[in-house]
């Protein structure tokens, strides 16, 4: 199984233009979730969804919006992009009703730069 | 919430046991204690996780103490392929609507040294 994917591998974004960050899985994972990984800062939640039609604001999330129309897909839109988003987006997906409570499962990542 | 604290790097050789602790002074009654590995330009892969005492599984084991403040991550007999940024996460899933962060550490760079 492919298990996550995201799309593009990477973009280069003009400051104030808008773009979409894809992501896909195929775990039927009911959670997935968007972080950005900046040098130095590990980690950090952007937005998150529990299930198919229910989002929710991380710790970071101003500038960025989600939907969640059915399982598989969970896209990631900056409206209008600012250089200070320039960063590695990463989609995680997990299954909290099965197994290891709290295990996540990453994509390979989207180095996004916005100039 | 609970904020996390790793050392930023260490350095070990080969067939040595590594241990890496993580401090979580905040840590709530309903979060677990999960580590994950990273590799340059890869996503984070789950290593293993813990509420509480002791966890072990085929490549680490996880040691908590009582009052789950901190935790230590022991990996034996490590190998050049373990060189990678290890990463302690306290936090509880499903995530709710008043408890919206899950708190990964700024992680621990491993070198492995031949």
């Known amino acids: 199984t492919a298990g996550i994917t995201q799309a593009p591998t990477s973009q280069i974004l003009a400051a104030g233009r808008s773009m979409t960050l894809r992501c896909t899985q195929d775990m039927r994972h009911n959670a997935m979730y968007w972080y950005r990984q900046d040098l130095g800062l590990g980690l950090r939640l952007i937005h998150y969804s529990n299930t198919a039609g229910t989002t929710g604001k991380g710790e970071v999330p101003d500038g960025y919006s989600v939907s969640r129309a059915n399982t598989d897909d969970f896209p990631l839109t900056l409206a209008s992009a600012v250089p200070s988003q320039t960063s590695v987006y990463f989609c995680?997906?997990?299954?909290?009703?099965?197994?290891?409570?709290?295990?996540?499962?990453f994509g390979p990542g989207t180095r996004l730069t916005v100039l | 919430l609970a904020k996390t604290t790793q050392p930023i790097s260490m350095d070990s050789y080969e067939g040595q046991e590594v241990n890496i602790t993580c401090s979580h002074n905040?840590?709530?009654?309903?979060?677990?204690i999960t580590w994950y590995q990273q590799f340059p330009s890869q996503g984070p892969r789950f290593i293993i996780q813990g509420y509480k005492t002791k966890v072990t599984n085929e490549v680490a084991s996880l040691f908590i103490p009582a009052d789950r403040k901190s935790s230590t991550l022991s990996l034996p007999r490590v190998s050049l392929s373990d060189t990678a940024v290890y990463y302690c996460l306290v936090g509880a899933l499903p995530l709710s609507g008043g408890y919206n962060k899950l708190i990964f550490g700024a992680g621990t760079r491993l070198a492995v040294h031949p």
């Open positions: 905040n840590i709530a009654t309903n979060d677990y």
């Open positions: 995680a997906s997990s299954d909290s009703g099965q197994g290891v409570y709290n295990e996540q499962f």
